[in-house]
Nanobody, 124 residues
Framework: QVQLVESGGGSAQAGGSLTLSCVVSGYTSSRFVCLGWFRQAPGKEREGVAAINSDGSIKYADSVKGRFAISRDNAKNTLYLQMNNLKPEDTAMYYC?????????????????WGQGTQVTVSS
């Protein structure tokens, strides 16, 4: 059974930084596993933020390009999201997700396993 546990959320001022982590367990191998970060603000649909596949390919949403960086440490089974130059509109619940044998995409329906989420709040 695949499990994902996020951590690192919290509050920050606009222009500040936060780093999210997600520990992934349940896969016997990281091969062909794509990991992604998603977020959902109150009253809005969940949206893709960034994804990284086992071959190293990466995709970002336009809204975070140049500000966020996704990475993974397969030896530690951990996914990261470095968030810089935060904006109030980045405020949301952030989720990590995993999908196997999928392209590096930001569509929620492609991912089969989800974490419980960690809250990020950015004040102006």
């Amino acid at each position: 059974q695949v499990q994902l546990v996020e951590s690192g959320g919290g509050s920050a001022q606009a222009g500040g930084s936060l780093t999210l982590s997600c520990v992934v367990s349940g896969y016997t191998s990281s091969r062909f596993v794509c990991l992604g970060w998603f977020r959902q603000a109150p009253g809005k649909e969940r949206e893709g933020v960034a994804a990284i596949n086992s071959d190293g390919s990466i995709k970002y949403a336009d809204s975070v390009k140049g500000r966020f960086a996704i990475s993974r440490d397969n030896a530690k089974n951990t996914l990261y999201l470095q968030m810089n130059n935060l904006k109030p509109e980045d405020t949301a619940m952030y989720y990590c997700a995993a999908g196997r044998y999928i392209a590096t995409v930001l569509e929620t329906y492609e991912y089969t396993s989800w974490g419980q989420g960690t809250q990020v709040t950015v004040s102006s």
